[in-house]
Nanobody, 124 residues
Framework: QVQLVESGGGLVQAGGSLRLSCAPS????????RGWFRQAPGKEREFVAT????????YYTASAQGRFTISRDNAKSTVYLQMNSLKPEDTGVYYC?????????????????WGQGTQVTVSS
């Protein structure tokens, strides 16, 4: 099974920005809806944003709405998460995954082909 690889995380001050990328490892992955989740220390993995296969539809959790933008470049099989106005509560490991269930979904179990995650740390 082809896995996804996340990159772009790092340490940033509150109010700063980061752009995360999600690309398949190895061979062609195909065009599917994907999503971003995050997991803070001691907490469950939570939904952040999702984008349809064609890129024309997106959905965000309330805390990300207006600050984060999910997008994709299907020619590169890459999905992005632009994060602006970052807050300390955005800190966590960010994971990318493919949607296997019906669109749209914010449910962890509907996603698969998880990457290893990329750490985002927002300092106050």
């Amino acid at each position: 099974q082809v896995q996804l690889v996340e990159s772009g995380g790092g340490l940033v001050q509150a109010g700063g920005s980061l752009r995360l990328s999600c690309a398949p490892s190895g061979r062609t992955f195909g065009t599917y809806a994907r999503g971003w989740f995050r997991q803070a220390p001691g907490k469950e993995r939570e939904f952040v944003a999702t984008i349809s296969a064609g890129g024309g539809n997106t959905y965000y959790t309330a805390s990300a709405q207006g600050r984060f933008t999910i997008s994709r470049d299907n020619a590169k099989s890459t999905v992005y998460l632009q994060m602006n106005s970052l807050k300390p509560e955005d800190t966590g490991v960010y994971y990318c995954a493919r949607l296997y269930g019906n669109w749209p979904s914010t449910t962890y179990s509907d996603f698969g082909s998880w990457g290893q995650g990329t750490q985002v740390t927002v300092s106050s």
